[in-house]
């Protein structure tokens, strides 16, 4: 897993996001992939990124525990991967 922290990210243009009761839906117009955010934290954090400089800013500013940020930084990895969000 990369070290991704320190790194400023955003969603991806070209993904829409769709709040559900569970969290949400991330859907890639280009690659046509659909992306469970299975909690409504990971969405918070997730439409945060691009307002905040790093990653670990996002998860300060969404009141996210210290204790759960390695659980954030593998989900967003995995979001990188899917093109759902990407490194600004």
Known sequence: MRRLLS???EV???VALRPEPFGALAYHYDNRRL???RSRDML???ESLSTHSTLEDALVASDIEPQRWQSFESAIDSLISSEIVRVR
């Open 44 to 46: 918070k954090v997730v």
């Open 7 to 9: 790194t400023a990210l």
């Open 12 to 14: 991806h243009p070209q």
């Open 35 to 37: 992306v469970f955010l």
